[in-house]
């Protein structure tokens, strides 16, 4: 089971995060591939308010024998 494939999604706040991690995931081989779709737009509650942002999605194809270690790089470089 630990070969098994996952689609993680992350959302950004813009081109060059999306860049930065996207790249560093496939450059580490933490992730087989990201798919970086612009134009999304984020309704979410963040520090006690809501927040209405323009974000893009990662959409990221990884394994679950490293999903941990790709959870970690994400939030090593996700602003």
Same mark, same amino acid.
Request: proline share 3%; glycine share 2%; hydrophobic share 40%.
């Given at each position: 089971?630990?070969?098994?494939?996952?689609?993680?999604?992350?959302?950004?706040? /813009? *081109? %060059?995060?999306? $860049?930065?991690?996207?790249?560093?995931?496939? &450059?580490?081989?933490?992730?087989?591939?990201?798919? +970086?779709?612009?134009?999304?737009?984020?309704?979410?509650?963040?520090?006690?308010?809501?927040? /209405? *942002? %323009?974000?893009? $999605?990662?959409?990221?194809?990884?394994?679950? &024998?490293?999903?941990?270690?790709?959870?970690?790089? +994400?939030?090593?470089?996700?602003?």
């Amino acid at each position: 089971m630990d070969d098994e494939y996952l689609i993680a999604f992350c959302t950004v706040p /813009d *081109e %060059s995060t999306a $860049l930065e991690i996207s790249q560093s995931l496939v &450059n580490g081989k933490l992730a087989a591939y990201c798919n +970086i779709i612009s134009g999304i737009r984020s309704i979410f509650f963040w520090k006690d308010e809501i927040c /209405d *942002e %323009s974000e893009l $999605l990662l959409v990221i194809k990884t394994k679950q &024998n490293v999903y941990e270690k790709l959870e970690k790089q +994400i939030r090593s470089l996700h602003p």
